[in-house]
């Protein structure tokens, strides 16, 4: 079974085509500047096909697709015969609500409870449903599944999801704390169970997704019981350039002193502000060590609170559940930056965590991070979201 898994943003769409009796990614590609003008990268992963990486006029979605099913099956970049040798489409899905606790085979029902999630995630959720329609369009009615990014985490119970604002407030708008990068935690936390040879039910596990956008989740015997991010993707830890956690007063006070529109502020709180903007020097963790390292203080004091934050949340975690097992890092910064693990692992020496310098020092590969008598073992496991997507898609279309 083949499987095309997509993940559509506004004007971008990425893709990996994988062989589900290997799990192999047979190709894989980005569509830029969806819209605008168009540009497709294509990749082939099996058969030494060369890359293809042009540009190609896509006014919308549907132009993307097309050129995407065209470069999988042709004689020069392809991997596959014919459009027929897909066999079904695995879309990332933002936002689901508390509608969908798990991935679903989508029909007519399932697109319109999507669109009902859009004041939820007004950015994500419409470029989504656009990538469906587009492949509909395309590929007619080869099965396709969506896969929430929210979806695990709706196992958090009631008092790890509500705001204490007025409970009318939930009940009539839906304001709580959804979650996201479910399908990341899902991943590396299953994926640690494996490697640690114990039933996930048997573990409680903290997963650090450390990217661009970070987030933190507490997963006790397999279900997420909390999570950092809340009911947008804007809170938490101090992220790239999104603020995390933030007293409301002071969102009033800027609005106040400086005349800024409710649009305007949001823009600085997301596009601004974490690292980039303690720093002012960058959003990418590793400009940023190279300027702490070359004395920039700022630098250093934006690298500091991130790993603060990091162990302050997931220290609250081990507090939510009792204990801890594993503690697991991924994403860009969790795989890349060993002294960032280093530095946070630090904090946790209270738990009995030992690091051992040579296995953290390795990168690319799922592993231990931790000295074999640590009490509490920690992982770096390098995350696959489309995997599990395209896994999803597959148990599901059958
Ligand atoms: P992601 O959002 O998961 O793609 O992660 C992107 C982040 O990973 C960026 O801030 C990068 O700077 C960071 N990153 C990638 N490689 C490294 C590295 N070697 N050291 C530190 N940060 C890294």
Not at 212 to 239: E, Q, R, W, Y
Request: charged share 20%.
């Amino acid at each position: 079974m083949k499987i095309l898994v997509i993940n559509a943003g506004s004007s971008s769409l990425k893709y990996q085509l994988i062989d589900m009796e290997t799990e192999a990614v047979m190709a894989k590609g980005l569509c830029e500047r969806i819209g605008i003008d168009g540009h497709l990268k294509h990749t082939p992963l099996v058969g030494g096909k060369p890359v293809f990486n042009e540009d190609v006029p896509m006014p919308t979605h549907s132009e993307a697709i097309a050129a995407v099913i065209d470069k999988l099956t042709s004689a020069e970049y392809g991997v596959v015969g014919s459009m027929k040798e897909i066999d079904a489409v695995g879309h990332r899905v933002v936002h689901g609500g508390e509608k969908f606790a798990s991935s679903v085979k989508i029909d007519d029902e399932v697109i319109a409870a999507i669109e009902e999630c859009i004041p939820f995630a007004p950015l994500h959720n419409p470029a989504n449903i656009t990538g469906i329609n587009a492949c509909k369009a395309v590929m007619g009615d080869v099965p396709m599944v969506a896969v929430f990014d929210t979806a695990f985490h709706q196992t958090m119970p009631g008092k790890a999801y509500m705001y204490a604002v007025p409970y009318e407030y939930y009940k009539n708008d839906g304001i709580r704390r959804y979650g996201f990068h479910g399908t990341s935690h899902r991943y590396v936390s299953a994926r640690c169970a494996e490697l640690m040879g114990k039933p996930i039910e048997e573990l409680k596990i903290v997963s650090c997704h450390m990217g661009n956008g970070s987030s933190i989740a507490a997963i006790d015997h397999g279900k997420c019981v909390d999570t950092s991010m809340g009911f947008t993707p804007l809170v938490g830890l101090p992220m790239g350039t999104r603020c995390g956690d933030l007293d409301a007063g002071v969102i009033q006070f800027i609005m106040n002193k400086y005349g800024y529109s409710i649009d305007e502020m949001l823009n600085i709180l997301n596009k601004k502000s974490g690292v980039l903007g303690v720093s002012g020097v960058s959003s990418d963790f590793r400009d940023l060590d190279n300027a702490a390292a070359e004395g920039n203080d700022r630098a250093r004091l934006a690298l500091d609170m991130f790993q603060y934050w990091v162990a302050k949340v997931a220290g609250s975690y081990v507090a939510a559940m009792n204990g801890v097992d594993a503690i697991v890092f991924t994403a860009g910064v969790g795989e890349n930056s060993k002294e960032t693990r280093a530095a946070i692992a630090k904090y946790f020496g209270y738990l009995g965590v030992t690091i051992d310098e040579a296995a953290n020092a390795k990168r690319g590969e799922d592993v231990m991070i931790s000295t074999p008598d640590s009490k509490v073992k920690v992982f770096v496991i390098p995350t696959n979201e489309e995997l599990v997507i395209a896994r999803d898609t597959r148990d599901i279309v059958g």
